[in-house]
């Protein structure tokens, strides 16, 4: 943990290609998974596979976004794809736990993929990058997130909001539209799968 003007921050550095791990528990801001915890889901995910598609064949990591996915359930949250034909400031921000970010970066040989959290702690919202040795609070808080997340967008970077189970007011013109009695709680709410890729 971290103690900053903001309080206490949950923090976890990165190692080897654990940044799935690190970015799950840095968004609930506990150790709550381990890498056995994160091989353990994804055995369950391909059961009968000689080579697990949803991690490194080297035991190193690199976890997709199903096994994340997966332990995010375990917590009861879900995940939910940013629609690229919106503007991030179109996001009802007050409906949404976190963000996972899957950023690229061009090599010579291979594109490497990162998994990066973002949450609001106290009120403000941070940048939970493992590779940074600290988190980075946004300026103008809501405003410096959006235009983070516009810059993401626009470096090819995949966005995926994290909310409660149930949760289905992700976007303001929803929240428009959804009945009063929907605003309210989302308990009740039939639960919408949406497919989820491999990265």
Known sequence: F?????????????????????????????????????????????????????RSIFGTGNYDINVLMMALQEKGYEVRWFDQRKNPSEINLDNVFGFILNTKTNRIIYNSHHWIAIRKVNGKWFDFNSK?????????HEVGLISHL???????????LVVQKGEKVIYKKDDEKAPAEARLSSKGVKEITQGVENV
């Open 2 to 54: 971290l103690y900053t003007m903001e309080g206490k921050l949950y923090h976890e550095r990165q190692r080897w290609q654990y940044c799935g791990i690190h970015a799950v528990n840095n968004l609930l801001q506990n150790k709550e998974f381990e890498k056995k915890d994160f091989d353990r889901i994804a055995d369950a995910l391909a059961p009968d596979s000689f080579i697990n598609p949803h």
């Open 132 to 140: 940074h040795k600290e988190p980075k609070g946004f300026e103008k």
């Open 150 to 160: 516009e810059e993401c967008l626009e470096n090819d970077a995949q966005i995926i």
